[in-house]
């Protein structure tokens, strides 16, 4: 009997790279063997495109997440305003960055930006685990007159407190690292506008500067802290900004 169609799901983008010749041959003849194949946003179409899927076997089939788990509900909100004391972070804006603390996701960079503006109105809220930790917490220290705030790694089931406590949710990844970025799905599911590089997957599909949240080039200097003061200056005129 003839074999079973094989239908090939991924999320991989070429943003910010080109693949090599090799890579091109070896994906076009992996690809071609496919009856279907499923991309999950924009970026990832135009990857499929380029290893010369055509548009008849290419279909969309998104990323999601669970939309009960993280949408508000009062007990979440009672429990994100009792975090927000516990953190002694009184009435600022808050920024969150939540995920793996890895160079490629680049927590680094936002610290930085943080303290460049030095906003006194506004707090960054660090929450997740892995080898940047001991050089963000140091950068911290030497800025004690910042609110800066550390929350250990968290299992699904407390994020969302984690992302109703935020005013601003942050992915500044970079490279192709950051192939879709399903936090910022669970963000805005809990109505928090998200900032993100031009680098992560889900960008196009999500994020739009000005309407649903905020986008930096991430190969240039300074724009992440420039896209963040834009984005707590819209914060600081209305605290919902953007909010879904």
């Given at each position: 009997r003839p074999p079973a169609p094989l239908v090939?799901?991924?999320?991989?983008h070429l943003l910010g790279h080109q693949p090599s010749l090799l890579k091109r041959i070896?994906?076009?003849?992996?690809f071609a063997r496919c009856a279907a194949v499923t991309y999950v946003g924009a970026a990832n179409r135009d990857y499929f495109r380029t290893f010369g899927v055509p548009e008849e076997r290419l279909h969309f089939a998104p990323h999601c997440v669970d939309a009960a788990h993280f949408?508000?509900?009062?007990?979440?909100?009672?429990?994100?305003?009792?975090?927000?004391?516990?953190?002694?972070?009184g009435s600022r804006r808050v920024v969150l960055f939540a995920g793996k603390l890895l160079p490629a996701k680049q927590p680094g960079a936002l610290l930085d930006a943080f303290v460049k503006l030095a906003p006194h109105d506004a707090a960054l809220v660090i929450a997740g685990d892995g080898p940047e930790l001991p050089?963000?917490?140091?950068?911290?220290?030497?800025?004690?007159?910042?609110?800066?705030?550390?929350?250990?790694?968290?299992?699904?089931?407390?994020?969302?407190?984690?992302?109703?406590?935020?005013?601003?949710?942050?992915?500044?990844?970079?490279?192709?690292?950051?192939?879709?970025g399903l936090a910022?799905?669970?963000?805005?599911?809990?109505?928090?506008?998200?900032?993100v590089s031009d680098r992560v997957g889900c960008q196009r599909d999500l994020v739009t500067e000005g309407e649903t949240g905020w986008v930096?080039?991430?190969?240039?200097?300074?724009?992440?802290?420039?896209?963040?003061?834009?984005?707590?200056?819209?914060?600081?005129?209305?605290?919902?900004?953007?909010?879904?």
């Open positions: 090939f799901r991924g999320d991989s070896v994906l076009r003849r992996l949408t508000r509900t009062p007990a979440i909100e009672a429990a994100a305003a009792r975090l927000r004391t516990e953190l002694e972070l050089a963000l917490q140091a950068v911290a220290a030497r800025h004690p007159e910042l609110a800066i705030r550390f929350l250990p790694f968290a299992n699904q089931s407390e994020m969302p407190v984690r992302y109703a406590l935020a005013d601003l949710f942050v992915l500044p990844s970079r490279g192709i690292y950051e192939t879709w910022v799905n669970e963000a805005m599911h809990l109505g928090v506008p998200c900032l930096f080039p991430a190969t240039e200097p300074d724009a992440l802290s420039g896209a963040l003061g834009r984005a707590l200056e819209a914060l600081r005129g209305d605290p919902t900004a953007l909010r879904q």
